[in-house]
């Protein structure tokens, strides 16, 4: 079974930096890209950054809100998806979510998003 | 970015309607679209994928189609565990998009 834990949340003032886990098990964690995506309180679904898969270097993509600010990395030896985030502003605070992108076996791997985590709140407050 | 225009915001039904929402792209998505379910506090659920294809485990009354740039999801009899939002979600390009999302309300 698949399963996607998210941890790592919490109260942060704006400038702090606040790292998030998701711990994945039952597939292969290598072979799938990795996403997050959040959703501010109230507000749509917005993607945050991807880590590709192992045949693809575990490259990394980002929104342009985000970009330079928020980095996404693995542990394959854990099992576990990151997300850095440094100089928070108060327009992060939402619900990240860790999900399952495509299985890839080539270089252009078009696919959804499979599987999520329960979310994980973060607030920055001043 | 590709800019994903989902349409209605909200939309009042009641059991047994059929439900149609829309999904318009700024630009060329080929068929890389999915639709997605949200209930309230949940993480949201896959329905569809490449724009027509269902879910595995998704009930039937589920559908989409594509015309161009124009993206359908169809509910052909609504139930009330139906009642969430919906969002449409591009993947064709590097940065992905979603839509503004779909309140099912009775």
């Known amino acids: 079974e698949v399963q996607l834990v998210e941890s790592g949340g919490g109260l942060v003032q704006p400038g702090e930096s606040l790292r998030l886990s998701c711990a994945a098990s039952?597939?292969?964690?290598?072979?799938?890209?990795m996403d997050w995506v959040r959703q501010a309180p109230g507000k749509g679904l917005e993607w945050v950054g991807r880590?590709?898969?192992?045949?693809?270097?575990?490259?990394?993509e980002y929104a342009a809100s985000v970009r330079g600010r928020f980095t996404v990395s693995r542990d394959v030896s854990k099992n576990s998806l990151f997300l850095q985030m440094s100089s928070l502003k108060t327009e992060d605070t939402a619900v990240y979510y860790c999900?399952?992108?495509?299985?890839?076996?080539?270089?252009?791997?078009?696919?959804?998003?499979?599987?999520w985590g329960q979310g994980i709140l973060v607030t920055v407050f001043s | 970015d590709i800019q994903m225009t989902q349409s209605p915001s909200t939309l009042s039904a009641s059991v047994g309607d059929r439900v149609t929402i829309t999904c318009r792209a700024s630009q060329s998505i080929n068929t890389w679209l999915a639709w997605y379910q949200q209930k309230p506090g949940k993480a949201p659920r896959l329905l569809i994928y490449?724009?027509?294809s269902l879910e595995s485990g998704v009930p039937s009354r589920f559908s989409g189609s594509a015309s161009g740039t124009e993206f359908t999801l169809t509910i052909s009899s609504l139930q009330p565990d139906d009642f969430a939002t919906y969002y449409c979600?591009?993947?064709?390009?590097?940065?992905?998009?979603f839509g503004g999302g779909t309140k099912v309300e009775i």
């Open positions: 490449e724009a027509s």
């Open positions: 880590s590709r898969n192992k045949g693809n270097g575990y490259t990394t």
């Open positions: 979600q591009q993947y064709h390009s590097y940065s992905l998009t």
């Open positions: 999900a399952r992108g495509p299985y890839c076996n080539s270089n252009f791997c078009p696919g959804p998003f499979d599987y």
């Open positions: 039952g597939f292969t964690f290598s072979d799938h890209y």
